[in-house]
């Protein structure tokens, strides 16, 4: 029998599964949530923090990056750039990042789950961050530093309150010491990428590169991050990148062992059977018109067709 030749690799290629909204939303919200408490359980010492905080900021004095102390009397001295600022804070990464994840689901299917398994893993490893080196950001150390809270100075324009980008009353319920890595920065990246790579206009293109830069030059002129914490966030999402493909291996190996998600037979209701014999429609058994209609015979068929020896169909 001549074999059908087959593209290597494809005759073990097994097609994507095809992903629901009324799985992944949740999926998300846990993953958020699970975020969200880490936060608030990784509070760390607040001396602890503060030491961390001035660490980075005589290490970036020392490099002389500590662009933070510009921008942030930039925004102090000019409402009209510190109000904006403190609503692009507070706001647009609850807003940007669902969005461009929204947005892969439904017009780029075929990206979205690598793109979300990055954005999640990397999420995690900033709560490790979070957990292992809590820090205080610029606007929570001593004024002789030099730094501004411009989410206090400015809470009257918002809902936030002067504790943190939260709304008000809700400060105590957030981890401001949460400042390495800065997720913003990171969250921001990922939307560039997905937008560079799958825009495919000129309106993403420069979208996708002022975004993160803006939100890069936010987080530091609020004093909500040092530059290290927007470089460290940027990091996080490097390594998450690195780590995509292994996850989503694991996940697969994973859900390979587990009985009530494995995948139906792929030779259920296929003509082809043991030894290579065909069936035909309303046929599960091989050679089962031979047994119903008589070696030679076809249902439908004519004496003559059958064989001259066969008898004449009774009238």
């Known amino acids: 029998m001549p074999k059908t030749e087959t593209t290597p690799g494809t005759e073990a290629a097994t097609p994507p599964t095809r992903l629901r909204w009324w799985t992944e939303l949740p999926l998300i919200?846990?993953?958020?949530?699970?975020?969200?408490?880490?936060?608030?359980?990784?509070?760390?010492?607040?001396?602890?923090?503060?030491?961390?905080?001035?660490?980075?900021?005589?290490?970036?004095?020392?490099?002389?990056?500590?662009?933070?102390?510009?921008?942030?009397?930039?925004?102090?001295?000019?409402?009209?750039l510190g109000v904006p600022a403190?609503?692009?804070?507070?706001?647009?990464?609850?807003?940007?990042?669902?969005?461009?994840l929204i947005w892969l689901f439904r017009s780029r299917a075929g990206h979205y789950?690598?793109?979300?398994?990055w954005l999640m893993t990397s999420t995690f490893m900033g709560l490790i961050g979070f957990t292992l080196l809590p820090t205080c950001p610029p606007r929570l150390l001593s004024a002789g530093h030099g730094f501004v809270d411009t989410m206090a100075q400015y809470s009257s324009?918002?809902?936030?309150?002067?504790?943190?980008?939260?709304?008000?009353?809700?400060?105590?319920?957030?981890?401001?010491?949460?400042?390495?890595?800065?997720?913003?920065?990171?969250?921001?990246?990922?939307?560039?990428?997905?937008?560079?790579k799958y825009g495919r206009t000129r309106t993403t293109r420069v979208?996708?590169?002022?975004?993160?830069?803006?939100?890069?030059?936010?987080?530091?002129g609020?004093?909500?991050?040092?530059?290290?914490?927007?470089?460290?966030?940027?990091?996080?999402m490097g390594v998450g990148l690195f780590l995509t493909p292994y996850v989503l291996r694991g996940v697969d190996a994973l859900k390979a062992r587990l009985p009530f998600t494995a995948e139906p037979s792929r030779v259920a209701g296929s003509p082809i059977v043991s030894g290579g014999c065909q069936t035909s429609a309303g046929e599960r058994i091989p050679?089962?018109?031979?047994?119903r209609f008589g070696s030679g015979a076809e249902p439908g068929a004519s004496p003559s067709d059958a064989g001259e020896g066969a008898a004449a169909a009774a009238r």
Not at 113 to 117: F, I, L, N, Q
């Open 113 to 117: 789950r690598a793109a979300r398994t």
């Open 86 to 100: 403190d609503f692009w804070y507070a706001s647009l990464h609850y807003l940007v990042t669902p969005a461009i």
């Open 157 to 196: 324009y918002g809902w936030w309150g002067g504790a943190a980008s939260a709304p008000k009353g809700l400060g105590g319920m957030t981890n401001q010491y949460a400042a390495m890595p800065s997720l913003h920065v990171g969250w921001a990246l990922w939307c560039g990428v997905m937008l560079w």
């Open 29 to 80: 919200m846990l993953v958020y949530a699970c975020y969200s408490a880490g936060r608030l359980l990784a509070r760390g010492d607040t001396s602890g923090a503060v030491d961390h905080g001035l660490a980075i900021l005589r290490a970036e004095k020392f490099l002389h990056i500590n662009a933070e102390h510009p921008l942030n009397r930039l925004f102090t001295r000019e409402a009209w």
């Open 207 to 220: 979208l996708a590169v002022a975004y993160p830069l803006l939100t890069t030059i936010v987080v530091m």
């Open 222 to 236: 609020t004093a909500n991050h040092y530059f290290l914490d927007a470089v460290a966030g940027a990091c996080v």
């Open 287 to 291: 050679r089962q018109r031979e047994s």
